[in-house]
């Protein structure tokens, strides 16, 4: 097995974009897709087969999970990357979706467009990498976050990163250049695990100096661990351990639909660091505005729990 070669890895999990390569000494008569030892069973459903069902619960979990957050997150109006985070948490919930329609057979893996979801899926997990290492330097205030030129920044950067991504999966899935093809994945390998692990170690590596030179809390670092702690449980469980669960669980579950549950709560830790570090951002939250307004009466449109900029400002000087 040669280096970024997936037979090792797809003979014992059933990862979407085994289905679209094969290994470096594969027959002639089966030349796509490393079948596991031991994967989830299918289930038919109104005459619809659905695969991996357990997994499916999961990324619909998510959703909601997700959605909850992004809510909460737009009510932080004053912190510190609010913008910013808001956007990786748009590309979870894309990276769900995307991971639904690969997972779940909405595209079977025997249809043509099966390999362009598997390479979005690939490209959006590495724009989430991404995105949130710029949230991690941001954290730092090296440049002011939430302006026109930071989104930008943000928007073209990580677009790029989806699209080398995106781009380098599906000319190797779909063999289309004699450098890249379903049998030789290193430079897949490369981008799509190498790298994205060095940008994840990066921000783990930076929000621990800003929590421990910076930061006079350091209940922060509670929930850095934490999201540690479930990201490399999940890694363990889908890419070690896969197999045995799959056995013990006779075919319901295998690795990923517990690897899929710790990365749904290595983002809730995520959030959970984000909105300690930022608390004492938020200068005027909702409940302090409609107290000012319950305390001066309304304001001069006539509204209720709502202060214009005028309004805003001449509350503000009584206590400053």
């Known amino acids: ?23 470096v000494n594969q027959s002639a008569s089966f030349q796509r897709g490393i079948v596991p030892q031991c994967y989830a069973r299918s289930v038919e459903l109104a005459n619809t087969m659905i695969f991996q069902i357990g997994n499916a ?28 985070m808001l956007n990786f948490m748009y590309l979870m919930i894309g990276l769900i979706v995307s991971s639904l329609i690969v997972d779940c057979g909405v595209a079977p893996p025997s249809s043509s467009t099966y390999a362009y ?8 997990a590495s724009s989430c990498c991404f995105v949130l290492l710029y949230n991690g330097l941001l954290c730092f205030q090296f440049w002011e976050d939430g302006t026109r030129k930071s989104i930008w920044i943000l928007r073209i950067i990580t677009f790029l990163w989806f699209a080398v991504n995106f781009i380098i999966s599906l000319i190797t899935f779909k063999h289309w250049n004699t450098a890249l093809d379903f049998r030789k994945t290193t430079t897949l390998f490369v981008f799509s695990y190498i790298i994205n692990a060095i940008i994840l170690a ?28 479930f990201f490399v449980a999940g890694q363990i469980l889908t890419y070690v351990f896969s197999m045995q669960i799959c056995s013990g669980a006779s075919h319901y579950v295998d690795g990923l639909f517990f690897g899929s549950v ?9 959030y959970k660091y984000w909105d300690m570090i930022t608390t004492d951002d938020l200068e005027f939250s909702v409940a302090n505005v409609e107290q000012v307004v319950n305390e001066f009466g309304n304001n001069n449109n006539g509204g209720i729990g709502v202060l214009n900029y005028d309004d805003e400002k001449r509350s503000s000087s009584m206590f400053f």
């Open 117 to 124: 979801f598997v390479s979005l899926q690939i490209g959006l």
């Open 202 to 229: 990066t921000y783990v590596v930076s929000q621990i100096i800003l929590v421990v030179f910076a930061l006079d809390s350091w209940w922060p670092l509670g929930a850095i661990l934490l999201g540690i702690f």
């Open 262 to 270: 710790c990365n749904v709560f290595t983002v809730m830790m995520i």
């Open 1 to 23: 097995m040669s280096f970024g070669s997936f037979d090792s890895i797809c003979n014992k999990t059933s990862l979407p974009l085994c289905s679209v390569i094969g290994a």
């Open 57 to 84: 619960f999961v990324h619909f979990g998510g959703l909601i999970i997700f959605l909850i957050i992004i809510f909460n997150m737009r009510a932080k109006y004053t912190a510190i990357g609010r913008i910013e």
